[in-house]
C-alpha cells in the first residue's frame, strides 16, 4: 500500500501504477488551471497582435526578463517537487519517522514555490494583458 500526503490529507493507493496516474493527474490539472488562468488574463486585444506586442514593451526590463524565464523556473521547480516526493515516499524513509518528517516538510517548500512561481506568472500575464498597469 501506498500513501500520498497532499495538503494535509492522505490518499491511499494499491499500487505504484494507481499512485503515478494519480501524480499524473494532479499535474494534468494544475497545467491546465495554470493555462485556464494565463488564458482567463490573456484575452487579445480589439487591436489585434500590434497591441500584444505593444503591451509586452510595458513591462520592465527586470521583468520581462522574469516572464522570459519563468516557465523554464516552474520547470526546474517541478521537478524539484517531483524528486522531494519521491524521495519521500521510498520504504526506508517511510519507516524514519524523523526523516519522513524533513522530507515532507521540504516537499511542502517545493510545493509552495511551485505555487508562488505559478502565481507570479499570472500577475506578469495580467500585466501584460493591461498594458503594464
Same mark, same amino acid.
Given at each position: 500500500m501506498i500513501l500520498a500526503f497532499d495538503n494535509g490529507r492522505v490518499t491511499p493507493f494499491a499500487s505504484l501504477a494507481q499512485w503515478e496516474a494519480w501524480r499524473a493527474e494532479? +499535474? $494534468?490539472a494544475a497545467q491546465a488551471e495554470a493555462r485556464a488562468a494565463s488564458a482567463a488574463t490573456s484575452k487579445p486585444r480589439a487591436d489585434g497582435d500590434a497591441a500584444s506586442a505593444g503591451a509586452r514593451r510595458r513591462l520592465g526590463y527586470i521583468e520581462q526578463r522574469e516572464y522570459d524565464a519563468i516557465e523554464a523556473n516552474i520547470a526546474a521547480a517541478e521537478a524539484a517537487l517531483a524528486a522531494a516526493v519521491t524521495e519521500s515516499e521510498r520504504p526506508e524513509n517511510a519507516s524514519d519517522g524523523a526523516k519522513l518528517v524533513e522530507l515532507? $516538510?521540504? @516537499?511542502a517548500k517545493?510545493? &509552495? /514555490?511551485v505555487? =508562488?512561481?505559478? +502565481? =507570479?506568472? +499570472? /500577475?506578469? /500575464? &495580467?500585466?501584460? @494583458? &493591461?498594458?503594464?498597469?
Open positions: 494532479l +499535474a $494534468a515532507l $516538510a521540504l @516537499t517545493h510545493q &509552495a /514555490e505555487d =508562488r512561481l505559478y +502565481a =507570479r506568472w +499570472a /500577475e506578469l /500575464e &495580467a500585466k501584460l @494583458t &493591461a498594458g503594464g498597469g
